[in-house]
């Protein structure tokens, strides 16, 4: 059975930096495309880094520069390193997983992360 984890969310200072980990269980993640996903309240949920099967990335706007998506293939791990973390980061962060894009998503609990002084 197909599973995503997300870890390594919390309480941080503007400025500060978080590293969130999606482990996946039941598939490897290097035939995936893996995703990060946030939901803030009141908005809707928006792609924020993702990697490919090939290893290529892609980042919103809003954290390029900021943020680094990166995939350990031994420990079948997706991370999300966020640096200079700001206020308008703080949401839900999800992984998502899709084996090509016709095939249906899989989704993990999500880790809260907060950007607040």
């Known amino acids: 059975q197909l599973q995503l984890v997300e870890s390594g969310g919390g309480l941080v200072q503007p400025g500060g930096s978080l590293r969130l980990s999606c482990a996946a269980s039941?598939?490897?993640?290097?035939?995936?495309?893996i995703g990060w996903f946030r939901q803030a309240p009141g908005k809707q949920r928006e792609l924020v880094a993702a990697?490919?099967?090939?290893?290529?990335?892609n980042y919103a706007d809003s954290v390029k520069g900021r943020f680094t998506i990166s995939r350990d293939n031994a420990k079948n791990t997706v991370y999300l390193q966020m640096n200079s973390l700001k206020p308008e980061d703080t949401a839900v962060y999800y992984c998502?997983?899709?084996?090509?894009?016709?095939?249906?998503?899989?989704w993990g609990q999500g880790t809260q992360v907060t950007v607040s002084s």
């Open positions: 998502n997983a899709r084996a090509s894009p016709i095939s249906p998503a899989h």
């Open positions: 990697i490919s099967s090939g290893g290529s990335t």
């Open positions: 039941g598939f490897t993640v290097d035939y995936y495309a």
